[in-house]
């Protein structure tokens, strides 16, 4: 069972990246998948929310910027980022969970930066 958080890299503002969750081992249909990121010196923050039946919500500093999307046949969760700021630089975290299991994928680093 695996959580595999993807996509991150260096951008500058204004620009755009797509991460991508992954899972193997469980499917993501009955989860809902959460992202998060921790920036230097800064406590984990909640970014947004995909339920498992796709609702979505976003914290007020991304709204209108970042969108999730599910694609069930590849069991991948994405976020796409666009017109992103100095201040999203952060370890960004996937999680799915339900009430029955909670997992945790790997960060993936996203530096905007001129």
């Known amino acids: 069972v695996q959580l595999q958080a993807s996509g991150g890299g260096l951008v500058q503002p204004g620009g755009s990246l797509r991460l991508s969750c992954a899972a193997s081992g469980f499917t993501l249909d009955y989860y809902a998948i959460g992202w998060f990121r921790q920036a230097p010196g800064k406590e984990r923050e909640w970014v947004s929310c995909i339920s498992s039946s796709d609702g979505s919500t976003y914290v007020d500093s991304v709204k209108g910027r970042f969108t999730l999307s599910r694609d069930n046949a590849k069991n991948t969760v994405y976020l796409q980022m666009n017109s992103l700021k100095p201040e999203d630089t952060a370890v960004y975290f996937c999680?799915?969970?339900?009430?029955?299991?909670?997992?945790w994928g790997q960060g993936t680093q996203v530096t905007v930066s001129s």
């Open positions: 999680n799915a969970r339900n009430i029955l299991s909670n997992f």
